[in-house]
């Protein structure tokens, strides 16, 4: 895949981060140096992106995240597979999540 | 579902995410201990170092992360670990670890004599989210050491200092104005030009708070160091047109009389832990009547049902309701039922000392006659708006 996201692999969310849900926002806070630009930022992640996070984890690909949510949202596959593409490039480059390969 | 960006990115200090909630609490003051390893002279809270028996009451390691763990739950996205000297602690790095592992930030409020290699190196990795800030007691080895009363803390904390440096650990530096350092403000403003951090002159304790626990003995020896209100005017208005427009700023929101209500101030929405388990509504308030036994409670109970009945108390001292609460220099003084706990025992005496400071300054901004008491004034809002406008 061109973004170098692939739907086969697994995404987790990285340890060096922690996501809390404060005043209504979801945010994910840095703990280790290292994540994202500076050393003072945050990251908000918006409804989609905070339920893609949701259903992050070890032994998940990126293609069965994207049909749970298929079908939880009543959503075309398509649809729902651009958006969690979308979402993990952003996290990878922030060093948010990382690439756990396709086993 | 599909959206143009999914993350946002909030440089922290400027995040707005307490702008669009109410919260509960938004940040925690712990002081982790009251035993320093200074012994400052005017300081309104130090205990000796090798004070066993603080020691031995202080929380334990457990009892601060559960209150840690409550404070998460509570929203809270910043705790400041303070003392006494908070890095005494030697749990300090298991408490440090696992705030920020909770998504806490870490204000840390200290001397830098016991900041270490491995320390730095574990901000370094694991980085604090807010700059240190240290409080800097002179520039000389004599002038700091007359301040702290203790051989080598000179030494000590410029070796914390620059081990922050060399590891770019952000932090800042404030100051407390004494007899043996005053003369040292510009060399002191100099040098803190040159911490990468600072991007504000730093700021100064100068009109000092007696002690916290009240101890008359201590207390003379600390009103004796208070510069008077004359020169801390001339200290305060030292940059005189940034204070000018500071203090327009200021007086179009802050100056009317309180009446005879007490805390008008945030005192109670948010708090401060003491180093034995006690909220406090403030870092300063220990009146037994506004402190919260944690061990027998929570957090949460606190801050819905203790504190708010306690911001109910309303004066009663007639001293206080003839001057305080028809005084409009609100904004200028310092008088609040902390100050009036450590200076008297009460919560609603007035402090002289505080009026003198706000009196001085009033007169200096054109707000009062040379011999006008603030709480005769009866057309104080036209002052404030001619004051305000520049007409004054």
Same mark, same amino acid.
């Given at each position: 895949? =061109?973004?170098? *996201?692939?739907?086969?692999?697994?995404?987790?969310?990285?340890?060096?981060? *922690?996501?809390?849900?404060?005043?209504?926002?979801?945010?994910?806070?840095? @703990?280790?140096?290292?994540?994202?630009?500076?050393?003072?930022?945050?990251?908000?992640?918006?409804?989609?992106?905070?339920?893609?996070?949701?259903?992050?984890?070890?032994?998940?690909?990126?293609?069965?995240?994207?049909?749970?949510?298929?079908?939880?949202?009543?959503?075309?596959?398509? =649809?729902?597979?651009?958006?969690?593409?979308?979402? @993990?490039?952003?996290?990878?480059?922030? =060093?948010?999540?990382?690439?756990?390969?396709?086993? | +579902?599909?959206?143009?960006?999914? &993350?946002?990115?909030?440089?922290?200090?400027?995040?707005?995410?307490?702008?669009?909630?109410?919260?509960?609490?938004?940040?925690?003051?712990?002081?982790?201990?009251?035993?320093?390893?200074?012994?400052?002279?005017?300081?309104?809270?130090?205990?000796?170092?090798?004070?066993?028996?603080?020691?031995?009451?202080?929380?334990?390691?457990?009892?601060?992360?559960?209150?840690?763990?409550?404070? &998460?739950?509570?929203?809270?996205?910043?705790?400041?670990?303070?003392?006494?000297?908070? %890095?005494?602690?030697?749990?300090?790095?298991? %408490?440090?670890?696992?705030?920020?592992?909770?998504?806490?930030?870490?204000?840390?409020?200290?001397?830098?004599?016991?900041?270490?290699?491995?320390?730095?190196?574990?901000?370094?990795?694991?980085?604090?989210?807010?700059?240190?800030?240290?409080?800097?007691?002179?520039?000389?080895?004599?002038?700091?050491?007359?301040?702290? #009363?203790?051989?080598?803390?000179?030494?000590?904390?410029?070796?914390?200092?620059?081990?922050?440096?060399?590891?770019?650990?952000?932090?800042?530096?404030?100051?407390?104005?004494?007899?043996?350092?005053? /003369?040292?403000?510009?060399?002191?403003?100099?040098?803190?030009?040159?911490?990468?951090?600072?991007?504000?002159?730093?700021?100064?304790?100068?009109?000092?708070?007696?002690?916290?626990?009240?101890?008359?003995?201590?207390?003379?020896?600390?009103? #004796?160091?208070?510069?008077?209100?004359?020169?801390?005017?001339?200290?305060?208005?030292?940059?005189? /047109?940034?204070?000018?427009?500071?203090?327009?700023?200021?007086?179009?929101?802050?100056?009317?009389?309180?009446?005879?209500?007490?805390?008008?101030?945030?005192?109670?929405?948010?708090?401060?832990?003491?180093?034995?388990?006690?909220?406090?509504?403030?870092? +300063?308030?220990?009146?037994?009547?506004?402190?919260?036994?944690?061990?027998?409670?929570?957090?949460? /109970?606190?801050?819905?049902?203790?504190?708010?009945?306690?911001?109910?108390?309303?004066?009663?001292?007639?001293?206080? %309701?003839?001057?305080?609460?028809?005084?409009?220099?609100?904004?200028?003084?310092?008088?609040?039922?902390?100050?009036?706990?450590?200076?008297?025992?009460?919560?609603?005496?007035?402090?002289?000392?505080?009026?003198?400071?706000?009196?001085?300054?009033?007169?200096?901004?054109? %707000?009062?006659?040379?011999?006008?008491?603030?709480?005769? &004034?009866?057309?104080?809002? /036209?002052?404030?708006?001619?004051?305000?406008?520049?007409?004054?």
């Amino acid at each position: 895949m =061109k973004s170098g *996201v692939s739907l086969n692999n697994i995404y987790k969310p990285s340890e060096d981060v *922690v996501a809390r849900e404060v005043a209504g926002e979801f945010i994910v806070i840095p @703990i280790a140096s290292g994540v994202g630009d500076l050393e003072d930022e945050i990251f908000s992640l918006n409804e989609s992106g905070k339920s893609i996070w949701d259903k992050l984890s070890a032994d998940k690909s990126l293609r069965d995240v994207a049909l749970e949510l298929s079908e939880e949202f009543e959503a075309p596959l398509e =649809k729902i597979e651009k958006d969690c593409v979308g979402l @993990i490039q952003e996290l990878l480059k922030r =060093k948010i999540v990382v690439n756990q390969g396709n086993n | +579902m599909h959206e143009e960006s999914y &993350v946002s990115t909030q440089v922290i200090g400027k995040a707005n995410l307490f702008k669009k909630a109410k919260l509960i609490l938004s940040r925690l003051d712990i002081e982790l201990t009251e035993r320093c390893n200074n012994n400052c002279i005017h300081c309104c809270i130090n205990l000796p170092l090798d004070d066993t028996d603080a020691k031995k009451r202080e929380l334990s390691t457990e009892e601060i992360k559960k209150i840690l763990k409550e404070a &998460v739950s509570l929203s809270c996205l910043t705790v400041r670990f303070t003392g006494g000297e908070p %890095l005494l602690r030697e749990d300090f790095e298991e %408490l440090y670890l696992f705030a920020r592992k909770q998504g806490l930030k870490v204000l840390l409020f200290t001397n830098a004599t016991l900041i270490t290699p491995h320390l730095v190196e574990l901000f370094s990795k694991i980085p604090p989210l807010e700059k240190i800030e240290i409080t800097v007691y002179g520039m000389k080895k004599s002038s700091y050491e007359a301040v702290t #009363r203790v051989d080598g803390s000179f030494e000590a904390a410029w070796r914390g200092i620059s081990m922050l440096l060399d590891y770019k650990i952000p932090f800042v530096v404030k100051s407390a104005l004494l007899p043996p350092n005053k /003369d040292e403000i510009d060399d002191f403003e100099e040098w803190a030009k040159s911490i990468p951090w600072m991007d504000k002159p730093p700021s100064y304790s100068m009109f000092f708070d007696l002690r916290c626990r009240r101890d008359s003995q201590k207390n003379k020896s600390i009103k #004796r160091l208070r510069i008077t209100p004359e020169e801390g005017l001339k200290i305060l208005t030292r940059r005189k /047109d940034k204070y000018i427009k500071e203090m327009k700023e200021f007086c179009s929101k802050f100056m009317r009389p309180s009446e005879d209500k007490l805390f008008s101030c945030g005192s109670g929405h948010g708090g401060c832990v003491d180093a034995y388990g006690k909220f406090q509504p403030c870092m +300063m308030l220990r009146h037994p009547e506004c402190v919260y036994d944690l061990k027998n409670g929570s957090l949460k /109970d606190a801050l819905e049902n203790f504190f708010p009945k306690m911001r109910e108390i309303k004066a009663i001292n007639p001293d206080y %309701l003839s001057r305080c609460a028809r005084c409009f220099l609100k904004g200028l003084c310092e008088q609040c039922p902390a100050k009036s706990w450590m200076e008297y025992g009460t919560l609603d005496t007035p402090v002289e000392y505080l009026c003198r400071v706000a009196h001085e300054q009033a007169r200096f901004l054109g %707000l009062i006659g040379k011999t006008e008491k603030s709480w005769e &004034v009866s057309g104080w809002k /036209d002052r404030i708006n001619e004051f305000v406008k520049g007409n004054r």
